[in-house]
């Protein structure tokens, strides 16, 4: 059964950073899609990143230039580098893995402060 783990959520002031982890067990994480999501209170879960099989990476329009989607095959976990945070950016942050059935952590929470 595929779980994933993510944890490296905090309190951070705006302007911070902070690295988000997945860990996955259960399936092997190169052989699907991961990605990163996030839903903030009272808005509807939203894509944020994506990183392919090929190892190609592909991010929201809010959040490009700022974060950084990067996976590490032999430790079968994901990793969103998360930079320059802004109050906005607060939220869960959820990871999935899609290979035939999507899967999805528990979330880790982001809370940015001005």
């Known amino acids: 059964q595929v779980q994933l783990v993510e944890s490296g959520g905090g309190l951070v002031q705006a302007g911070g950073s902070l690295r988000l982890s997945c860990v996955a067990s259960?399936?092997?994480?190169?052989?699907?899609?991961m990605a990163w999501y996030r839903q903030a209170p009272g808005k509807q879960r939203e894509w944020v990143a994506r990183?392919?099989?090929?190892?190609?990476?592909y991010y929201s329009d809010s959040v490009r230039g700022r974060f950084t989607i990067s996976r590490d095959n032999a430790k079968n976990t994901v990793f969103l580098q998360l930079n320059s945070l802004k109050p906005q950016d607060t939220a869960v942050y959820y990871c999935?893995?899609?290979?035939?059935?999507?899967?999805w952590g528990q979330g880790t929470q982001v809370t940015v402060f001005s």
């Open positions: 990183i392919a099989t090929a190892g190609s990476t």
């Open positions: 999935n893995f899609v290979y035939g059935n999507s899967y």
């Open positions: 259960g399936t092997i994480i190169n052989t699907g899609a």
